[in-house]
Structure formats: C-alpha cells, structure tokens
C-alpha cells in the first residue's frame, strides 16, 4: 500500500506541473475568468484543491509521520487562516503555482514518512467526524485533486486549449 500512495504523490507532483506548464501559456484573465467550474475560475479550482491538500496532508496527514517533516514552516507560511491560502498566493498566478510545487514535493515527504496507511483513523473535519483506515482518506486526498484536475481539464477542452496533463501512464 506504501508503495501505492508514493507512486501516487509523484503521480499528483507530475500531473500539477504538466498542468502549469499548459495554464503557464495562456493568458492571465483566463485563468481567473469564470468558466463555470464549481470554484468558478481555473485559478479559483487551484486554489481549492490545494487547500484541501494542505488540509490533509498539513493538519491529517503530517501528526502520523515517523519522521518530522522539514518543510512543514513554509506550508504553514502559505496559510492566512486555518483553511484560506494568504491573497498573494491567490491573487498570483506565479506565487500559486511555485506554492503549488511546493505542496507537492511535502506531500511526497509526507506519504514517504508515513510507516503504515492500514490504521483505523478518526479525523474531526471541520464538516463531520468520520472513522476510517487511514488508506482511505489518503486515497480521498489524491482522488479529490485528481478530480479538480479533471474539471480544469474540461475547461480547457471547452476554451479549446490542447491538454493532456491528467494521465497517470506516464509516471
């Protein structure tokens, strides 16, 4: 199962910097328009599903890691509140984008230092309380950026903007 999740946080490291290079080549005001995508904007859905992550694999994730994380401080660093990123990462694309990049290699740290995924886990969302194996809020972790990824994907077939970043045969 360990094996799973690292090839699943390079997969997620690999599909967001595919993705930065496609939106990298486009025009700012698209990526911040509203092209009807639950968090509005291409940049809006960045946005979520980053915080997200930062939600799971910061405050989750990172307490059962065998190791401490060495990056944890510039997570923590990109954060205004609890579960809002600071406006100058949301607000720039290029701040986003780098804060991205460095989500994802922490996520990589965080799954590489996590002993075992097969623990029953109770986590208190700030939307409910569930129990689960801990495998199975880390697979929601990756499945919910894999999502969003597939909705900005749609957008950009929609803008007619050639795209293929999503694949997972390529890692």
Same mark, same amino acid.
């Given at each position: 199962?360990?094996? $799973?999740?690292?090839?699943?946080?390079?997969?997620?490291?690999?599909?967001?910097?595919?993705?930065?290079?496609?939106?990298?080549?486009?025009?700012?005001?698209? $990526?911040?328009?509203?092209?009807?995508?639950?968090?509005?904007?291409?940049?809006?859905?960045?946005?979520?599903?980053?915080?997200?992550? *930062?939600?799971?694999?910061?405050?989750?994730?990172?307490?059962?890691?065998?190791?401490?994380?060495?990056?944890?401080?510039?997570?923590?660093?990109?954060?205004?509140?609890?579960?809002?990123?600071?406006?100058?990462?949301?607000?720039?694309?290029?701040?986003?984008?780098?804060?991205?990049?460095?989500?994802?290699?922490? *996520?990589?740290?965080?799954?590489?230092? *996590?002993?075992?995924?097969?623990?029953?886990?109770?986590?208190?969302?700030?939307?409910?309380?569930?129990?689960?194996?801990?495998?199975?809020?880390?697979?929601?972790?990756?499945?919910?950026?894999?999502?969003?990824?597939?909705?900005?994907?749609?957008?950009?077939?929609?803008?007619?903007?050639?795209?293929?970043?999503?694949?997972?045969?390529?890692?």
């Amino acid at each position: 199962m360990k094996a $799973l999740f690292e090839l699943m946080s390079h997969y997620n490291k690999t599909a967001n910097a595919q993705m930065i290079s496609v939106l990298d080549r486009l025009d700012e005001d698209i $990526l911040f328009k509203d092209v009807g995508l639950h968090d509005k904007s291409i940049a809006g859905t960045i946005v979520h599903y980053t915080t997200g992550d *930062i939600l799971f694999f910061k405050n989750y994730f990172a307490p059962l890691c065998t190791t401490h994380i060495q990056s944890e401080s510039k997570i923590e660093a990109m954060l205004e509140q609890p579960f809002k990123l600071k406006p100058e990462i949301t607000e720039n694309l290029n701040n986003l984008f780098s804060a991205r990049g460095e989500l994802d290699e922490y *996520i990589i740290n965080v799954v590489s230092a *996590i002993a075992d995924f097969s623990p029953t886990k109770t986590f208190d969302f700030p939307w409910a309380s569930m129990t689960k194996p801990l495998y199975q809020f880390v697979w929601a972790a990756f499945n919910h950026a894999t999502h969003h990824r597939g909705m900005i994907a749609g957008a950009l077939d929609a803008l007619k903007v050639e795209n293929d970043f999503n694949g997972a045969l390529g890692i």
